[in-house]
C-alpha cells in the first residue's frame, strides 16, 4: 500500500522560502501515515472483529450443546451457514453505529472498551432475532452464552489489535505526524498528553505554530515553534502533517475557525481541544444555542442510584474474590505469622469519604516497629509531594517484598471493601497527616470511597509522581461510570501479573 502523495501548490512552495520551518528530525516520516494507514488499520480492526464474533459464535454454539442433555434439537444446516453471515454483518454494522471503526473515538483505550460492551450487547440483540426469524435451533442459555463469548473474544481481538499496533508504530512502520496550534500552557500539557501516550496514540508532535512567539526553540523538552498560525495550511504541507491539534485555551475563537477554514481541502485531521483538561468524553454532551455549538457537562456528584450499582459491584465482585482466593489469604497469612515477631495483619487510619476516618488493613510486609523508624528514613525518600517512597526500604521483610511484588499484602482490603470502609475501585487513601497538608481543592480527592484499586495502579504507578496521583485520582472522582470500574478491575489483573507493584 503506498503513501498518498501530497500535491504541492507554488503558494506551498513560495510559503516555505517565506516561513523556513525548522527540521523535525525526531519525526521521521512513517511508512503508512494519514491517508495512508486508515485504510490499514480499518481492514486489521475489521478482520480482527470478524474473527472475534465468529470465534465467538461457535464457542456459544459449542457450550449449548454441552449443556443440551441430547444436543441440539436440529443437525446444522443452510439456515445456520445463512445466519451465521447476517449475524456477523449485523454486528459489525452496529459497531460501526456506535463508531467502534472510527479512529478518532478509539484513542483512549477506555472509550474503546466502553464501545465494545455497547456493540457487544446489541449485537446479542440482533444475532437473537436473526436466528428467531431463519428458526436456527437454539436455547434460552445460548443467548446468555452469546453475549458472553462475543464480548471475551471481542475485548481480547482489540487489545490484540492494539498491541499489534503498538508494534507498528514503535518500528516506525504506522504512525502520524501532529502539528499543535497553540504553544501556550494548553499547548505544552496537550504535548506532554500525546507525548506520554505516544506507543498506543501513534502521534509525534513536529512542533508548534504560534502568532506570539518567532519560530524557533520554545523550551527545553519541546518541538520547535514552527511559523505562524496564519500559515498553518502551508506549514501543514511542507512538514507532511497528517493530524492538526488546536489547543483551544491558547488561542482565540477567531484563530481556531481560520485554521479549520485554512485546512479544508486537505487529508487531514483536525481535533479541537475542549479546554477542560481532565474531562472524561463521557461527561461531555455537544448542544446547540440558537446557531452557536457548546459543550454541556454532566455533574460530577454520584446520584444515589449510582451509589447503589457501585455498591452493589464491590459487593459482589469482593465477595467473589474472597472465595475463591480464600487459600491464597490463608497462606499468606502463615507465611506472614512464620515471618518473625509481629501481627499478621498491619492496621492503620485512614482518611476515606466525606473526611471519615476508618482503619485500613493490610498483610504485615515490614518489621513490627517499621512505623517508629520511619522518620529516620525521611531523608531518602524517592517520591515527590506528600508521599513516602523507598525501593529498597530496609524495613520491609523477605515475606513482605513477595507479597508486594505480587500486590497480596493488599487482599484483606477485600474485607474493607465489603465492611463499606472501601470500594474496589477509587483513590487511595490518604494518611490524615497528609490530608491535613491538603490544598482545599485536593478534597475533591474524598468525594467517593477510596479504593483497593485505582485509575493510578493500572497508569504505571512504579513511575508516577504525586501530581499524576492527584491528576488521576481527579479524573476518576469527576468521571467515574460502573464501566469504568469494571475497566480498571480488568485491568488490573494484568498489572498485578506484570508486578507493577514492586
Known sequence: ?????????????????????????????PRFSGPGGRPLVLAT????????????????????QRLSAGGLAEPLNRNVSTFTAIAVATWLALGATLGLYDSRRLLNAFDEFKLVLQAAAAGTVAATFTAFLLKVPTQRSWVLAVWGTCTLTTLGARALHRWLLRGLRAAGVLGN????????????????????????????????????RVSGPLTAGYPPVVGSIRDVREVVEDLEVDDVLV?????????????????????VELHVSTGLLGVATNRVAVQRFGDIPVMGLRRVDLSGFQQTIKRGF????????????????????????????????????????DGREFTIHKFRSMVADAEARLEELRSRNEADGLLFKLHADPRVTRVGRVLRAWSLDELPQLLDVLRGDMSL?????????????????????????????????????????????????????ENWSLVMDLFIVLRTIPAVFARSGV
Open 1 to 29: 500500500m503506498a503513501i498518498q502523495q501530497r500535491r504541492r501548490s507554488p503558494l506551498a512552495s513560495a510559503s516555505a522560502l517565506r516561513i523556513q520551518p525548522l527540521p523535525t528530525p525526531r519525526c521521521p516520516r
Open 314 to 353: 464491590d459487593l459482589v465482585v469482593a465477595g467473589l474474590a474472597v472465595v475463591l482466593l480464600a487459600p491464597v489469604l490463608a497462606a499468606c497469612a502463615l507465611a506472614v505469622k512464620l515471618s518473625g515477631p509481629g501481627p499478621v495483619l498491619f492496621s492503620q487510619r485512614r482518611v476515606g469519604r
Open 247 to 267: 489547543a483551544h485555551g491558547s488561542v482565540s475563537e477567531a484563530t481556531a475557525e481560520r485554521v479549520y477554514r485554512d485546512l479544508q481541502g486537505l487529508p
Open 425 to 477: 475501585v477509587g483513590p487511595r487513601p490518604p494518611l490524615p497527616s497528609e490530608v491535613a497538608a491538603y490544598d482545599p481543592w485536593l478534597h475533591n480527592r474524598l468525594r467517593v470511597k477510596p479504593g483497593l484499586t485505582g485509575l493510578w495502579q493500572v497508569s504505571g504507578r512504579h513511575e508516577a509522581t504525586f501530581a499524576d496521583y492527584i491528576r488521576h485520582d481527579l479524573f476518576y472522582v
Open 177 to 212: 505526524r501532529m502539528l499543535i496550534v497553540g504553544a501556550g500552557r494548553e499547548g505544552r500539557e496537550l504535548y506532554d498528553s500525546v507525548t506520554k501516550a505516544s506507543r498506543w496514540l501513534g502521534y509525534c508532535v513536529v512542533g508548534f505554530l504560534d502568532d506570539d
Open 45 to 64: 480492526r475489521l478482520l480482527a472483529d470478524t474473527t472475534a464474533i465468529l470465534g465467538g459464535l461457535v464457542a456459544a454454539q459449542i457450550i449449548q
